[in-house]
């Protein structure tokens, strides 16, 4: 068996599953050998080789691994074909899974909630500070995603990006707060609405996006965008519109977004950084540990406000529920009347509709007195699924059209139009 400390000529993607790769190396002697490398688990084998006639002049041979024969190791001669075959069942048992799990995400969100209100102390043992941590796990598993290339990119698309930024902190609230006075809230439960349009965008708007066949890279960078800016929108937005109503501690909101939202994010971007080989090991896990955290903030929140919330009725359900829908509708309108494409106007809709209702939650159990303020932001918690799972699921049944650029020149189409209009 050759020695891998070969000059690398050829590498290859066979069909294995996505952490899997192999490696095709050459020697001085015209001699193969198979580097099979499993990044997750940092193991290595050589498996036999088969040559076979190369296309390039470049390259003599290339490799391909001999599906009949075995390969020999301290413990005894293993079947390559039995070991690769049972590792990829594995894994598309598990991916398939997880997939199953992490797209019925809005079925368990409507079920824990509906179990928070049957029997709220299945959940209350999940205080405040409990419920603090567990939505910082969440934020950390966005952190581990992220890169600092990532950030380059949100100057390639400044203009659409700032344009999902500015519904997210002045359209919203503004809705929030018209819907507030238009049901005649009181001043407590209007302060609750207008915090959750105070927040940034959901990370569950990622998967919706991709249900709606909308542009999840760029559904990336806005939900990161709306996440920093929360660190300085949302006290400012607090400050100056719900100061109106109840008393507010500014500086206090701005500190617990820093160290629910920043630190979280800083810190699973440096492990990203510096300990990939760590995040390579929990990234397989991470959706499964985001389905469970993302139920019991749910089931927390609602189990809290149970009493308030069966108390209210229906009168508090609407406003919540027109919240996000409008803010989805609108998300939807506005860049398709700027001139940007389908997949583009679903992906800003979906991050306009969906809150981080959990941070919201959190911001009103430490920072305002008034009990009523969380009810609307435990409320939220399960509309905002439904309703972003509603749209992604509206959208991913009917055809994408419009798909000839990121954005058509408004200007050009509006000339065009004038000289259809004057040749008539």
Known sequence: MPSIDTCWKQRKQLKTPSFISFVYCHNHNNQYALRYRQSLLRRSCLLPLKPKKGRNSNLDYFCEASKSESYSTSSGNVSSTQSLSLTGKLWKTYTSTTTLLTNLFPLWTLLVAM???KRPKTFTW??????????SVLMLSMGITLSPRDFKRIWKRPGIVILQFCSCYFLVPLLAYLLGRLFKLPSDILAGLVLVGSVNGGQASNLCTYIAKGNVALSVIMT???????IIMTPLLSQFVLGTVVQVNA?????????????????????????????????????????????????SAVAQCNQLILNAGISLQIPIFLLHLIGGVCG?????????????????????????????FVLACLHFAAYGVRVPC????????????????????????NLKGFRSDLAQRLRQKRQMDEMK
């Open 115 to 117: 179990v928070a209100l």
């Open 126 to 135: 999940l205080s405040t500070p409990y419920f603090t941590f567990t939505l």
């Open 224 to 230: 990161t965008a709306t996440t920093l800016g929360a």
């Open 251 to 299: 500086l206090g909101i701005a500190w617990s977004t820093i160290q629910v939202v920043l630190i979280p994010i800083a810190l699973g971007m440096a492990l990203n950084r510096y300990f990939k080989s760590f995040v390579d090991i929990i990234l397989p896990v991470s959706p499964v540990i985001g389905v469970m955290a993302t139920c019991l903030v749910v089931g």
């Open 332 to 360: 939807y309108f506005l860049p398709h009347f700027l001139g940007y494409n389908e997949v583009v106007c679903r992906t800003v809709a979906i991050e306009t509709a969906m809150k981080s209702s959990a941070f919201g």
């Open 378 to 401: 435990a409320i939220s918690v399960v509309w905002m699924s439904l309703v972003g799972s509603g749209l992604a699921v509206f959208w991913r049944y009917k055809p994408v059209q």
